[in-house]
């Protein structure tokens, strides 16, 4: 049986912004290909739903939120970002719905991108694990906040507040799906995103108790391997990609 090859990422863009809904969601895979991009001259943002406050069971949330905000920031400035926001939507309850898309929508128009990214919005994860809803409701909103920030008649009152309407997101790419379609050489980034990922070590340390760069080496370096076998046998990053 022949296995389809998964196509390059179009190349013909400045600007991105990743939307994710906790701190490690784009560690977990994405950013080998940020690494590359970044090394590229393209700028990349980041914008998270939740600071990741009810992600560690021993650490309560007034204390675990600021301390995965610092994570998050020093692990986004290892792959060459600098621009990370917060939403503040609460971890482990984010509702998919209008408030979410006003506030996604509202964050295309400050970044004004070419390239949106987010992270699978499905049930499963390739049918096989079952999605958290912040997930799936996040990457749903992205996805559809990537139309409603051209429209000047949703939203009203970004207007109102300076956010002029920005339709100029080409394509919303979804990484960690099960059916992905394109794919970047993670070559050059990945031991950036070996550290990155490692940049959340006490939510890696709560996760397990192997090594934590073992741990992080072992599971990014597999995942990419398996998603080269499909790329001409480099590793590789895959995305699912929606032109708009």
Do not use: K
């Amino acid at each position: 049986m022949t296995t389809t090859q998964l196509q390059p990422m179009p190349a013909d863009w400045r600007r991105a912004l990743a939307v994710v809904a906790h701190p490690d969601d784009l560690e977990y895979g994405c950013s080998a290909a940020i690494a590359a991009w970044t090394d590229e001259g393209r700028e990349v943002a980041y914008v998270l739903a939740t600071r990741g406050e009810a992600g560690i069971d021993t650490l309560a949330p007034e204390e675990c939120g600021p301390l995965r905000e610092r994570e998050q920031r020093a692990s986004a400035a290892v792959v060459g970002v600098s621009e990370v926001e917060f939403l503040d939507h609460r971890d482990g309850v984010i509702e998919y719905g209008t408030a979410l898309r006003r506030d996604i929508a509202a964050a295309i128009r400050r970044h004004r991108p070419d390239l949106v990214i987010t992270l699978n919005h499905r049930d499963t994860w390739g049918g096989v694990a079952w999605n958290t809803p912040d997930h799936v409701a996040v990457g749903r909103a992205t996805l559809d906040a990537a139309g409603d920030a051209g429209n000047r008649w949703i939203f009203r009152e970004l207007v109102e507040q300076g956010l002029e309407p920005w339709d100029g997101v080409r394509w919303v790419a979804v990484a960690g799906s099960s059916t992905p379609t394109h794919a970047v050489d993670a070559t050059a980034g990945m031991e950036r995103a070996v550290r990155s990922l490692l940049e959340h070590r006490t939510y890696i340390e709560g996760l397990t108790d192997e090594d934590p760069e073992t741990y992080v080496r072992g599971f990014l370096t597999q995942h990419a391997e398996n998603t080269g076998q499909r790329f001409g046998g480099r590793p590789a990053v895959a995305f699912e990609l929606f032109g708009r």
